[in-house]
């Protein structure tokens, strides 16, 4: 069974790979995400080994724990930074996020637009701008989800940017602002 994050890791990739010789400046709290994915993903591979090794879960456990602290050490070798102190300082820098709690609607039409993809990014962390989208959802009775679905743009990406964790691009700003009728 394939693992249903695949098409996002997919997709972030690729994103990745297209601005490969720009700097990306990313946040500390960004490299513990990665971290957490990349462990994600080698913990997974570790167990097919252990499995196909047949070890048992001691010293399984042990093997899972090394690899913990020779990533933990590569990283502050490095960086110069330390993942336990990562950990305890994560998401101190934003400020709290949006809960959301609105229910499908059985009334939803999905439509999709079609869209030109506009080179330059907008930083848009406008807050009134966010809570006119959470507004609008409750109103048309919509989820993340189904907004998702409705524009062509992955639930991740999507939340990534309500939760002002990525920075919004023209053509989201239009699209958004169309299907949801914002001015």
């Known amino acids: 069974m394939k693992n249903p994050y695949e098409p996002i890791l997919k997709e972030i990739a690729n994103g990745m790979l297209e601005t490969a010789e720009i700097k990306p400046n990313y ?9 957490f994915i990349f462990q994600s993903v080698l913990l997974d591979k ?15 456990l042990q093997m899972a724990e090394a690899c913990g602290k020779e990533l933990r050490k590569l990283i502050h070798t490095f ?33 999709e637009y079609d869209f030109e ?24 009775g919509m989820t993340v989800q189904s907004l998702s679905k409705s524009i062509n743009m992955s639930e991740f990406r999507l939340s990534a ?5 990525a920075d919004f691009e023209h053509f989201e700003v239009d699209v958004i602002k169309k299907r949801l009728h914002i001015k």
């Open 27 to 35: 946040s500390e709290d960004a490299l513990l995400d990665a971290l």
């Open 46 to 60: 570790i167990h097919n080994l252990q499995q196909e090794e047949k070890m048992e879960l001691k010293y399984g």
């Open 79 to 111: 960086t110069g930074l330390d993942t336990v102190e990562l950990v305890n300082n994560y998401e101190k820098n934003y400020e709290p996020r949006y809960r959301y709690e609105i229910f499908e609607s059985s009334m939803n039409h999905i439509n």
């Open 117 to 140: 993809i506009k080179e330059s990014m907008a930083t848009f962390h406008n807050k009134t701008f966010l809570e006119q989208i959470k507004n609008n959802l409750e109103f048309y």
């Open 161 to 165: 940017l309500i939760n002002g964790r």
